[in-house]
């Protein structure tokens, strides 16, 4: 069963007011692509903002709180997020992984906090390049999806982005083949999590995805669309990449 792309940007810590009118653009490439979903994920500040201008584009969080309200300071619970306009929210991104060693059971409560608000989770999962060169690659994904995936959640409600770390940010991308393997892998383990469901989750790509690349990258199978960090800045870079996906 083809599932529809989702092409999702991750501005991470970048973007400002003035940044914005890079929506203007997207939001008209997404309605002319409409076989393709889109969103972006600003910073959470821009979240009510991005909605704002464009109400027609699906913004999301770059991250939420497992709890709904409490002493977290700077913390933002997904019924916030979900107030603020936004559809979905990623979790498990790896520089959170890794900067606030966040754990798979923290990024899983993360998940179901999210699709309890009725929103859509896109949990992040990934090798190191250590992992990769020492043949776990597999292993360890399958790992975090047993750790992070919520087996009980509707598989409409999960997107998951598989991120090689070392593919983020770095212009590298692992081969066509590589992707393939690891798509079919996660698919296998989705269908074993949440039986019939696991085939309504789509598997993002993530990882230097560029206009250049998306082709041959969306083209793989199991691959349904991709996390894009730094290409999604710009709509110049962006909108090829919705481009390419609605091509396949
Ligand atoms: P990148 O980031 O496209 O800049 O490599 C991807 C991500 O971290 O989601």
């Given at each position: 069963?083809?599932?529809?792309?989702?092409?999702?940007?991750?501005?991470?810590?970048?973007?400002?007011?003035?940044?914005?009118?890079?929506?203007?653009?997207?939001?008209?490439?997404?309605?002319?692509?409409?076989?393709?979903?889109?969103?972006?994920?600003?910073?959470?500040?821009?979240?009510?903002?991005?909605?704002?201008?464009?109400?027609?584009?699906?913004?999301?969080?770059?991250?939420?709180?497992?709890?709904?309200?409490?002493?977290?300071?700077?913390?933002?619970?997904?019924?916030?997020?979900?107030?603020?306009?936004?559809?979905?929210?990623?979790?498990?991104?790896?520089?959170?992984?890794?900067?606030?060693?966040?754990?798979?059971?923290?990024?899983?409560?993360?998940?179901?906090?999210?699709?309890?608000?009725?929103?859509?989770?896109?949990?992040?999962?990934?090798?190191?390049?250590?992992?990769?060169?020492?043949?776990d690659a597999v292993a360890v994904v399958t790992q975090q999806l047993d750790g992070s995936v919520p087996v009980e959640a509707d598989g409409?409600r999960i997107v998951i982005a598989y991120e090689p770390v070392w593919a983020i940010g770095t212009g590298r991308t692992p081969s066509t083949?590589?992707?393939?393997?690891?798509?079919?892998?996660?698919?296998?383990?989705?269908?074993?999590?949440?039986?019939?469901?696991?085939?309504?989750?789509?598997?993002?790509?993530?990882?230097?995805?560029?206009?250049?690349?998306?082709?041959?990258?969306?083209?793989?199978?199991?691959?349904?669309?991709?996390?894009?960090?730094?290409?999604?800045?710009?709509?110049?870079?962006?909108?090829p990449i919705i481009a390419a996906a609605a091509s396949i």
């Open positions: 069963m083809a599932l529809r792309k989702l092409i999702a940007g991750n501005w991470k810590m970048n973007g400002s007011l003035d940044g914005l009118s890079e929506l203007d653009a997207i939001a008209e490439a997404a309605a002319t692509h409409s076989a393709v979903d889109v969103a972006i994920c600003p910073p959470a500040t821009l979240i009510a903002v991005a909605v704002a201008r464009q109400p027609g584009l699906a913004i999301g969080a770059q991250d939420c709180h497992s709890a709904a309200t409490g002493a977290h300071t700077g913390c933002l619970s997904a019924q916030m997020l979900a107030e603020a306009g936004a559809k979905m929210a990623i979790v498990g991104h790896s520089e959170r992984r890794t900067d606030n060693h966040e754990s798979d059971a923290e990024v899983r409560a993360k998940a179901v906090a999210v699709i309890n608000q009725g929103l859509t989770a896109i949990i992040c999962v990934g090798e190191s390049a250590a992992q990769r060169d020492a043949g409409a083949a590589d992707v393939a393997e690891m798509h079919s892998a996660i698919r296998a383990r989705l269908m074993a999590l949440l039986g019939e469901g696991g085939a309504a989750v789509r598997i993002l790509y993530g990882g230097s995805v560029k206009p250049s690349n998306a082709t041959e990258l969306m083209a793989v199978a199991d691959v349904d669309g991709a996390l894009v960090g730094g290409a999604s800045l710009k709509a110049a870079d962006f909108v």
